[in-house]
């Protein structure tokens, strides 16, 4: 089992950029691949980014391709989302999630673990 607690939301204007971090309980943090969704208010929690476990194999949402830029430590038991050139649109709930099975996914009822989530606004 894995606890992921999520940090780094805030208040920022479109363009700007912000840095989250996912920073994950346990030892076996490297045998997860873990993911990026975010869910808008009245909206269904849809995926931005995944990673493998070793950090080479990303995959990314068409929305935020080119913007943001998933990766991770395994040292220090945490992943982290670069947002770069923010848009109102971008504004939600950010949540990391780890997924136990093998292979890439970018659905939500396929990651085991979730954390709480953080803000992000972006105002235009």
């Known amino acids: 089992q894995v606890q992921l607690v999520e940090s780094g939301g805030g208040l920022v204007q479109a363009g700007d950029s912000l840095r989250l971090s996912c920073a994950a309980s346990g030892r076996t943090f490297s045998s997860y691949r873990m993911g990026w969704f975010r869910q808008a208010p009245g909206k269904e929690r849809v995926f931005i980014a995944t990673?493998?476990?070793?950090?080479?194999?990303?995959d990314y949402a068409e929305s935020v391709k080119g913007r943001f830029t998933i990766s991770r430590d395994n040292a220090k038991n945490t992943v982290y989302l670069q947002m770069n050139n923010l848009k109102p649109e971008d504004t939600a709930v950010y949540y990391c999630?780890?997924?136990?099975?093998?292979?890439?996914?970018?659905?939500?009822?396929?990651?085991?673990?979730w954390g709480q989530g953080t803000q992000v606004t972006v105002s235009s």
């Open positions: 990673i493998g476990r070793s950090g080479i194999s990303t």
């Open positions: 999630a780890a997924r136990t099975a093998w292979g890439t996914s970018n659905r939500v009822n396929e990651y085991d673990y």
